[in-house]
């Protein structure tokens, strides 16, 4: 299919048509926003943690190399940005609309599942000790041994948010799209053997892959948390790109479905229009150019009644 032939439909022609036929899509998105708002005011589930098992949910408390502002900014806006560029250059609202719509389902979808996970579970964090106990002195149940945290609330409910980890599965999510798209734009599976095509692909994975390990490093999480993470957030991701695009490795696959599904549409109602044009045209030709045969053959007997000279011979027959 032609890539030139892209550049006929731009937001100000076919937005607002696009957006339109999609509608149910932003409202689902707008559902998605309220039940993680919902999901991270619920109280996550407290899991039991005796005396025992805190050796190993005594590292110290340090703050977050990747701060929570910075994760939307990575994980959204930054593939926005690149988005938006491709479509300065192409000025397609359709691959515009779509990969829009696809990095929102992949980021949104991924954060609920993360959060009804998290308060299901439960798991503490690596610094647990030092969330429920701020002095250092644990205090434990003297029946069962479960721990009975003296610390902030709110810090204390935030320290049973460990498994899996948020800013894996969010950075996955948004980057792992990024590289989704960055493929199919690049053509990175042409067979022509460009491993520049590669690393261009790679580098969003390594910086989604460098802020798990921050989060290992800062002791907010083990390294199971940012594993299962990582494994949503590039899962959820793969979804969302090939419910809107075809896969990269495909001769069509820079471009979204909707597109093509809108050329073959107008093709087929091309050609339609072009037979029944050919039709009355035909019609007109056989009623015009081809006259009814006895129409013709009275036209012949009246010629030869009306000939003097066959007359003539005539009435010299019945003479004799």
């Known amino acids: 299919m032609p890539e030139d032939r892209l550049n006929r439909h731009t937001i100000r022609s076919h937005g607002a048509k696009v957006a339109r036929a999609h509608m149910h899509d932003w409202l689902i998105l707008l559902l998605l926003v309220i039940i993680d708002a919902i999901l991270n005011l619920i109280e996550p589930f407290h899991r039991f943690v005796g005396e025992g098992m805190m050796t190993d949910l005594r590292y110290p408390m340090k703050d977050n190399t990747i701060p929570f502002w910075a994760v ?3 994980a959204i806006l930054l593939p926005i940005a690149i988005i938006l560029v491709y479509y300065f250059i192409r000025k397609d609202v359709y691959d515009f609309h779509h990969a829009i719509l696809g990095l929102l389902f992949s980021v949104l979808i991924t954060a609920v599942i993360t959060d009804a996970i998290k308060d299901g579970v439960g798991r503490p964090r690596p610094d647990f000790f030092w969330r429920c106990f ?21 810090v204390i409910k935030e320290g049973h948010k460990s498994f899996p980890s948020g800013h894996t599965s969010w950075s996955f999510a948004g980057l792992g799209f990024l590289a989704w798209y960055l493929s199919g734009k690049i053509k990175v599976f042409d067979r022509r053997g460009h491993v520049a095509k590669l690393c261009i692909v790679f580098f969003p994975l390594l910086v989604a892959a460098m802020i798990a390990v921050s989060r290992v490093d800062d002791y907010w999480h083990h390294w199971q948390d940012v594993f299962t993470g990582g494994l949503i957030g590039l899962t959820i991701a793969s979804f969302c790109y ?4 075809p896969p990269p ?5 820079w471009g979204p479905h909707a597109y093509f599904q809108m050329l073959a549409e107008s093709n087929v109602q091309t050609p339609n229009n072009n037979d029944n044009l050919y039709a009355q045209h035909e019609v007109q030709i056989v009623s015009v150019c081809i006259p009814p045969q006895r129409e013709a053959d009275d036209e012949r007997v009246n010629r030869r009644d009306s000939n003097p000279t066959l007359d003539g011979s005539q009435n010299a027959r019945n003479v004799h």
């Open 249 to 253: 490795y495909r001769t069509d696959g």
């Open 242 to 245: 090939l419910q809107f695009f």
């Open 134 to 154: 701020p002095d250092g002195k644990g205090v434990f149940d003297p029946r069962t041994h479960d721990v009975r945290c003296t610390g902030d609330k709110s």
């Open 72 to 74: 939307p900014i990575v």
